[in-house]
Nanobody, 117 residues
Framework: VQLQASGGGLVQAGGSLRLSCAPS???????????IGWYRQTPGKQRELVAS???????NYADSVKGRFVISRDNARKRVLLQMNTLTPEDTAVYYC?????????WGQGTLVTVSS
């Protein structure tokens, strides 16, 4: 299993970006039973949870992104989307997709999000 992350880039403060995380080589039933989330990390800081969605529909957000970010599952395409709105320079980080699939943990490659002021 590999987690394909995409969607990062450069955006001005107040703008929006959408990240996508798509586990490869899994069937739909496995995808729907997986927990998928996004973490982010900046230099010198620990990786922190941004948002996550579990197989049973529990969604969590970091306090810093509540009301601005929305995580959702697109079962038709077997991917998890992170819609990021009203971005601020403090959201600048490398974002990592995380998946707990069939009891194992996987990390995707990071995707850089840069928010300019």
């Amino acid at each position: 299993v590999q987690l394909q992350a995409s969607g990062g880039g450069l955006v001005q403060a107040g703008g929006s970006l959408r990240l996508s995380c798509a586990p490869s080589r899994i069937i739909l039933s496995v995808f729907t039973e997986s927990d998928i989330g996004w973490y982010r990390q900046t230099p010198g800081k620990q990786r922190e949870l941004v948002a996550s969605t579990t197989a049973v529909g529990i969604i969590n957000y970091a306090d810093s992104v509540k009301g601005r970010f929305v995580i959702s599952r697109d079962n038709a395409r077997k991917r998890v989307l992170l819609q990021m709105n009203t971005l601020t320079p403090e959201d600048t980080a490398v974002y990592y997709c995380f998946g707990r699939i069939l009891g194992r943990d996987y990390w995707g490659q990071g995707t850089l999000v840069t928010v300019s002021s």
